[in-house]
C-alpha cells in the first residue's frame, strides 16, 4: 500500500487533535498582550493588530511545538539542537516579558509592540526549528510570567480577570511541562530512532537497487533495470518528439568459446565485449546485459534508419578485432536485431519483441549481421509457433512419413544409393516443408523424437522391401547436429537397426557441414562410433560451412556431398568450375566419394563428369519419391545390365550386405 495518503491523513488528524489547544493557547497569550498594552498605549488600533499577531504566533507555536515536522536530514542534528533552542525559546520569552515590564507610556509604544513581534518571531522560529513543545512551553510561560506582573502592578482592578487568566494558563503550562517532560522526551527519542531507522532502510534499498540492478559479471545494467529504466526513457523520447532505436546484439560463436576455452575464458570475453560495447555509446544511450551472451543497447535520438546502422555497423567493427585473454586469441561475432521507436512500436514490451525477432532473423540469414525489424516477421512467428504446437501431435503418427530421392552414378545414371527426406502431411495445412519443420523442431527440442522417428521409418522400409525381395540400396538418413550432439545417439540408432533386424552397412548419416563446424568435439565422436558400428557418413551442403580441411583428414567420413548451389552456377560461373574441381581434388586425395546434389541439366552433368565427379542428386534424375514409386525404380533398377565391370564393383560396394 502507498504510504503518503497514509502519512497525510496521519499529519490531518494530528494537527486538528492540536488545534484547540494551540489556538485557546495563542488566544491567551493575545489578550494579555493587548491588556498590557492597554495599559501603556492610547493607540488603540494598536490592539486589534497585535491581538491578531500575537494570536497566530501563539497558534504557530503551539502547533509546532506538537508538530512532527522534522525532517530525516535534520533528524541526527536534533538532539544538539534541542537545548539550544529551548534556551533561546527561553531568552526570547524573557525578552518579551521585560519589554512588557519595563516600558511605561512614555516609551514609545509602537517600540514595545516591535519588540514583542520581534521576540514573538524569533521563538516561533526556534520553537519550529526544534520542533519541541518544551521549547515553546518555555517560551509561552516566561512571555506570560512578566505580562501578569506588569497586570498586577500596574493595570488596575480591570484587568484583574486577565491576569487570573494568564495565571491559570502558565499554573497550566507549568503542570503540562512537567508531566509531559520525560514522555516527550522520549518520544522525540523515538521519533529520531524512526527516522534513523527510515534513512537507512532508504540506503539499504538503494545499494540493493543498485545492486539487483546491475550484473554482477560485467557491472553493466541488467534486464531489471531496462524493465526500470526503458518506459521512463520511451516517455521522455515521446516529449521532446525523439525517436529511439534498440539493438538487440547476441554473439554467434560464444557457445564454441565456452566449449573450447572453458566458462573462465567465456566471462572473459563477456567483459571484454561489454567494454567494447560501452565504446559504441554515447552518454545518454544505455547498455544492458540481457543474461548469456544477449546485450541490448538502447540508443537514444537517431533520427534516421541510416544513423542507426551506423550505429550498427560501429558495434560490428567494434567487435571484429580479435580479443587477446589470457595469451589466447579469440574471435567474437555479433548478430543484432534492431527495432525504432515510434516506427515498430510505442510500448517497451512490443519493441523489445521486434528487437528480438530481427535477431532471430539476423541469426537465421547467416549471422555477424544487422537486421531491421519488419511486420513480416511477426507473422513468420506466429507460423513458427503454430509448427512447433501441431508437430507435437504430428510426431509417431502417420502425418510424417519418407520420400526417398536417389543418388545415380552419373557415368552410367544408375541408382546406387537413396537419400531419404521427411515429409509432413498436416490434416489442414497439407504438405509442410522440412525446411520450415526441422529448425522449429530442433528449438522445441522435438528434434530428437522426430530424427528417431526418420530412423525408424527407413529401417522399417528396408525391412519391407527386403521382406517383399526388393534389391536393396543404403539409405541416407539426415541427421540434425543437436540429435548427432545427443548422447546415446549411435546406441539409439543401434537399438532402432536392431530392432528391425537391418545391417547398419545399409544405412548412412548425413550430417550438415556447418554443424561438423560447430559442434565440433561431440560430433566427432559420434561421428567415429558411428562409422566403427559400419554406418557410413556424409558431409551433407558441402562448400556452405567453412569446413577445415583438416576434419576431413581426421574424421573417417565416407562422403561428401556438394551444396546444389555450387552445382547450379556451373555453367554460368568459372569460379564454381575451379572450385569444384578443387573439392573433387580433395575427395581424391582423403579417399571420398563426392556427390554433386541439385543436378538439373545435362549440361550440369556433363561438366560434373568432366571434373571426375562420380555421383550426382537432383531432378534431372529422379525427384523425391513415395515408398511404392522407390520401389518400383528399384526392381527397374536391378532388371538393368550393368554397364562396364568398373561400376559393377563400385554398386557392389555400396550396395554392400544387400547384394551379397
Ligand atoms: P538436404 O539434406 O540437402 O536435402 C536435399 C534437398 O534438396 C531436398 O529438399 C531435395 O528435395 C532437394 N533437391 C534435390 N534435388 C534437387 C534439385 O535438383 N533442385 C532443387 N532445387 N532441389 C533439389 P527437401 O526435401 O525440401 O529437404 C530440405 C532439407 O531438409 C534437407 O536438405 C535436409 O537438410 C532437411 N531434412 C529433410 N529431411 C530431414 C530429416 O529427416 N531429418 C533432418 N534432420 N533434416 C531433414
Ligand atoms: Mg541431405
Ligand atoms: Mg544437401
Same mark, same amino acid.
Given at each position: 500500500m502507498d504510504e503518503a495518503p497514509q502519512l497525510l491523513a496521519e499529519r490531518i488528524r494530528h494537527v486538528a487533535r492540536s488545534m484547540p489547544t494551540a489556538v485557546g493557547g495563542g488566544l491567551i497569550v493575545g489578550a494579555l498582550t493587548v491588556s498590557t498594552l492597554w495599559s501603556l498605549t492610547p493607540h488603540r488600533w494598536l490592539y486589534a493588530w497585535s491581538v491578531i499577531l500575537v494570536a497566530c504566533a501563539g497558534a504557530r507555536l503551539r502547533l509546532y511545538a506538537t508538530g512532527r515536522n522534522v525532517s530525516a536530514e535534520t533528524a541526527d542534528a536534533l538532539p544538539r539542537w534541542l537545548w539550544r533552542m529551548r534556551l533561546m525559546s527561553l531568552f526570547s520569552g524573557m525578552t518579551w516579558g521585560t519589554v512588557a515590564l519595563f516600558s511605561t507610556p512614555q516609551n514609545d509604544a509602537r517600540l514595545a509592540f516591535l519588540a514583542y513581534v520581534i521576540a514573538g518571531i524569533s521563538a516561533a522560529a526556534a520553537t519550529a526549528l526544534a520542533a519541541d513543545r518544551q521549547a515553546a512551553r518555555l517560551f509561552q510561560w516566561t512571555a506570560i510570567a512578566p505580562l501578569m506582573l506588569r497586570l498586577a502592578l500596574v493595570g488596575g482592578p480591570y484587568h484583574l480577570p486577565m491576569a487570573l487568566m494568564g495565571l491559570m494558563y502558565a499554573a497550566y503550562l507549568t503542570v503540562a511541562a512537567g508531566r509531559s517532560h520525560r514522555q516527550f522526551d522520549e518520544t522525540t527519542a523515538l521519533r529520531i530512532e524512526a527516522m534513523r531507522q527510515e534513512r537507512e532502510l532508504r540506503g539499504n534499498e538503494r545499494r540493493y537497487r543498485d545492486l539487483a540492478h546491475s550484473d554482477p559479471l560485467t557491472a553493466l545494467p541488467n534486464r531489471l533495470a531496462l524493465h526500470a529504466r526503458l518506459p521512463a526513457m520511451l516517455s521522455l523520447a515521446a516529449r521532446s518528439r525523439r525517436s529511439l532505436a534498440l539493438l538487440y546484439i547476441d554473439l554467434d560463436n560464444f557457445k564454441d568459446i565456452n566449449d573450447t576455452h572453458g566458462h573462465r575464458f567465456g566471462d572473459q570475453v563477456l567483459i571484454e565485449t561489454s567494454e567494447r560495447l560501452r565504446r559504441c555509446i554515447a552518454a545518454d544511450d544505455l547498455v544492458v546485459r540481457m543474461g548469456g551472451d544477449e546485450f541490448l543497447v538502447v540508443r537514444v535520438a537517431s533520427r534516421t534508419r541510416d544513423? @542507426?546502422?551506423?550505429? &550498427?555497423?560501429?558495434?560490428? *567493427?567494434?567487435? &571484429?578485432?580479435?580479443?587477446?585473454? /589470457?595469451?589466447? %586469441?579469440? $574471435? @567474437?561475432?555479433a548478430s543484432i536485431g534492431i527495432a525504432l521507436y515510434p516506427d515498430d512500436g510505442t510500448d517497451a514490451e512490443l519493441l523489445m519483441r521486434g528487437a528480438d525477432l530481427a535477431l532471430y532473423e539476423a541469426k537465421a540469414r547467416g549471422r555477424n549481421g544487422y537486421q531491421f525489424f519488419r511486420a513480416e516477421m511477426?507473422?513468420?512467428v506466429e507460423g513458427r509457433v503454430f509448427i512447433a504446437q501441431a508437430l507435437r501431435d504430428a510426431i509417431d503418427s502417420s502425418q510424417i512419413f519418407m520420400e526417398y530421392q536417389p543418388l545415380v552414378d552419373l557415368a552410367s545414371g544408375r541408382v546406387i544409393s537413396l537419400e531419404a527426406l521427411m515429409r509432413w502431411h498436416h490434416p489442414e495445412r497439407g504438405l509442410i516443408a522440412p525446411d520450415e519443420f526441422i529448425p522449429v523442431a530442433e528449438q522445441s527440442g522435438y528434434i530428437d523424437a522426430l530424427g528417431e522417428q526418420a530412423i525408424r521409418l527407413v529401417c522399417r522400409q528396408l525391412q519391407l522391401w527386403r521382406g517383399d525381395f526388393v534389391p536393396l @540400396?543404403?539409405? *541416407?538418413? %539426415? !541427421?540434425?547436429?543437436?540429435? $548427432?550432439e545427443r548422447r546415446g545417439f549411435v546406441e539409439r540408432l543401434t537399438r532402432i537397426a536392431a530392432d528391425y533386424d537391418?545391417?547398419? *552397412? $545399409? $544405412?548412412? @548419416?548425413?550430417?550438415?557441414?556447418?554443424?561438423?563446424?560447430?559442434?565440433? /568435439?561431440?560430433?566427432?565422436?559420434? !561421428?567415429?562410433?558411428?562409422?566403427?558400428?559400419?554406418?557410413?557418413?556424409?558431409? /551433407?551442403?558441402f562448400g556452405t560451412g567453412y569446413c577445415h580441411l583438416a576434419y576431413l583428414?581426421?574424421?573417417?567420413?565416407?562422403?561428401l556431398k556438394i551444396d546444389r548451389s555450387f552445382v547450379r552456377d556451373l555453367e554460368s560461373d568459372a569460379r564454381d568450375n575451379t572450385l569444384l574441381g578443387a573439392i573433387m581434388a580433395i575427395g581424391r586425395s582423403f579417399s571420398i566419394s563426392v556427390v554433386a546434389e541439385g543436378v538439373e541439366t545435362a549440361r550440369q552433368v556433363e561438366l560434373l563428369r568432366a571434373l571426375g565427379c562420380e555421383c550426382g542428386q537432383g531432378y534431372h534424375f529422379h525427384r523425391p519419391a513415395g515408398e511404392s514409386r522407390t520401389r518400383e525404380l528399384l526392381e527397374r533398377e536391378a532388371g538393368r545390365p550393368l554397364a562396364t565391370e568398373t561400376f559393377r564393383l563400385r554398386a557392389l560396394k555400396w550396395r554392400g550386405a544387400a547384394l551379397s
Open positions: 544513423e @542507426v546502422e551506423a550505429v &550498427a555497423r560501429r558495434i560490428g *567493427a567494434e567487435l &571484429a578485432p580479435p580479443m587477446l585473454l /589470457d595469451g589466447q %586469441n579469440s $574471435l @567474437v561475432h511477426s507473422r513468420r @540400396v543404403p539409405i *541416407a538418413i %539426415n !541427421v540434425s547436429p543437436r540429435q $548427432l537391418i545391417d547398419p *552397412a $545399409l $544405412l548412412c @548419416v548425413e550430417i550438415t557441414e556447418s554443424a561438423l563446424m560447430a559442434h565440433g /568435439d561431440a560430433s566427432k565422436e559420434a !561421428v567415429i562410433a558411428l562409422r566403427r558400428l559400419g554406418v557410413k557418413v556424409a558431409i /551433407d551442403d583428414k581426421r574424421l573417417p567420413i565416407d562422403c
